[in-house]
């Protein structure tokens, strides 16, 4: 079962709405911890070697794809461009 390791803070919303962030950190955390136990959920990545877990239809998780850690690479609102 591979860990998770964030790999960078994601600070906007926190600053904006500090509530609509807990609740949206809360939620990509139930997510990610599926992970552990299915590290292929999501679907293949738009870089090579990532996958995009959709989180809500407006914010997806980038991770690494098959590495140990999994490494969780961007939180993305989907308006933004990635990569």
């Given at each position: 079962?591979?860990?998770?390791?964030?790999?960078?803070?994601a600070d906007y919303i926190?600053?904006?709405n500090p509530a609509a962030a807990i609740a949206l950190v809360d939620e990509i955390d139930r997510k990610l911890a599926r992970l552990r136990d299915h590290p292929q959920s999501?679907?293949?990545g738009r870089v090579p070697?990532?996958?995009?877990l959709i989180v809500r239809p407006s914010y997806l998780v980038?991770?690494?794809d098959g590495t140990d850690p999994?490494?969780?690479l961007r939180v993305l609102?989907?308006?933004?461009m990635w990569p």
């Open positions: 079962m591979p860990d998770l390791v964030w790999t960078a803070p926190a600053a904006v999501g679907r293949p070697g990532t996958r995009e980038a991770y690494s999994i490494r969780v609102h989907s308006a933004r």
